[in-house]
């Protein structure tokens, strides 16, 4: 088997939130599905989609305190169908030298990240049957099985106020992409 990584998303750093805010929702017609902080000194991210069945298509972030004036791509984000995709694909950037520098779940999603050759961040993930607000991090062991990582995800997730199933989640998207109130 040979795991196909499709690009899913791609994130932005900015220095005017509100004018890519305006820009994204106003003019391509993208929806804010979440919003949140994350970082120390504390930086904004917003996710925003086209699609109700991708939580985010596109992220806009606050850039790190020592980037300076210039815009950056924030990462490049591959989905793959499965735990075992995520497997061989983390197997196949550790052999080739590269470091995973984190590897979490996002409750919506389990998740690697690590540099391209050039330095650009790259995160390969797998949806989860499962929605929590966003950001959310939390750890998880490609070493257990399957079903042990579904077990603790699920667990520390329904531990979340936000919890739903990623099904009910995409039925309210989906109306407040077509106009309806959520």
């Not at 690009?7 to 391509?28: E, K, S």
């Not at 815009?71 to 995520?86: A, E, G, I, K, N």
């Amino acid at each position: 088997m040979t795991a196909t990584a499709r690009l899913r998303h791609v994130g932005l750093y900015t220095n005017d939130m509100d004018a890519m805010l305006d820009f994204y929702t106003g003019v391509m017609g993208l929806t804010e599905t979440d919003r949140g902080e994350y970082g120390d000194p504390i930086q904004r991210i917003v996710f925003l989609s086209s699609d109700p069945s991708e939580h985010h298509e596109f992220v806009l972030a606050d850039p790190p305190a020592d980037m300076g004036e210039t815009v950056h791509v924030q990462q490049m984000s591959f989905l793959l169908d499965s735990l075992d995709d995520l497997r061989e694909i983390h197997d196949k950037v550790v052999g080739s030298g590269i470091e995973i520098d984190r590897m979490i779940t996002h409750g919506n999603a389990w998740s690697i990240y690590f540099r391209d050759p050039v330095q650009n961040r790259v995160e390969c993930y797998v949806h989860t049957p499962w929605y929590v607000p966003q950001p959310h991090g939390h750890p998880f062991d490609l070493s257990q099985s399957n079903d042990e990582i579904m077990a603790i995800t699920e667990a520390h997730c329904r531990e979340d106020a936000g919890f739903m199933q990623a099904s009910e989640y995409e039925a309210k998207m989906a109306k407040k992409m077509n106009g309806g109130a959520v």
